[in-house]
């Protein structure tokens, strides 16, 4: 069955640095979602993706989140500077079609110190 | 505002007890509703997609059934194995993100 592959499965980094992302999404799918969990909370949206542009975007999608197709299949998302509140698991998700389910990859811990 | 609850909280079964567990929303315009199974440290897993009222789906001792204010996700005879969290999200007609609930953890003792 095809997977959605993220890496890495953990990051630990400083405050104020830079991290990247990275999600291999399944091949035919058109739609990308990122997600993060803080730990002991709700799965929250960041931003969606569709024919290379971001869709949508929550609040917490601000200045210091991006996201990219850097090479037309892999899709990152980018923290310029990242902060203390930024650690929970990010979550990489796709979709065949508007109305198809999501599959969801296996998240990135990042934890910022 | 758009919202999606969860109950119960928490949930401890005896093997083989059967139960449902509750998945609220209160959005303009539902899309689908999407059940994920959500074991600790992973990602979403996708069980079961709703799109309109009435419709149920059923696998193995899962069944997702819904109407127009709530969705239940009822287990059969649970097993050991279907301790997780079970996460409902649903999507509006005029978005494409999914709005998830807090979860409902599941315990199976055997």
């Known amino acids: 069955e095809p997977e959605v592959t993220q890496t890495p499965s953990h990051q630990v980094t400083q405050m104020g640095q830079e991290v990247i992302l990275r999600c291999v999404p399944i091949s035919n799918h058109l739609y990308f979602y990122w997600y993060r969990q803080i730990l002991g909370q709700k799965v929250e949206f960041l931003v969606s993706f569709y024919n290379n542009e971001i869709s949508e975007k929550s609040e917490i999608f601000d200045d210091q989140f991006s996201v990219e197709r850097p090479d037309g299949s892999n899709f990152t998302l980018k923290i310029r500077s990242t902060k203390l509140e930024d650690s929970a698991m990010y979550f990489c998700a796709n979709r065949q079609e508007m109305n198809t389910e999501a599959f969801f990859g296996q998240g990135t811990r990042l934890t910022v110190v | 505002e758009d919202q999606v609850t969860q109950s119960p909280e928490a949930l401890r079964l005896q093997e083989g007890e059967s139960s449902s567990l509750n998945c609220s929303y209160t959005?303009?315009?539902?899309?689908?509703l999407f059940w994920y199974r959500q074991d600790p440290g992973k990602g979403p897993e996708f069980l079961f997609t709703l799109y309109s009222a009435g419709e149920e789906k059923e696998k193995e001792r899962l069944k997702a059934t819904l109407t127009k204010k709530e969705s239940f996700l009822h287990i059969t005879a649970p097993k050991p194995e279907d301790s997780a969290t079970y996460l409902c999200a649903v999507q509006q007609n005029y978005g494409q993100n999914f709005v998830f609930g807090p979860g409902t953890r599941l315990s199976v003792l055997p």
């Open positions: 959005v303009s315009g539902l899309r689908g």
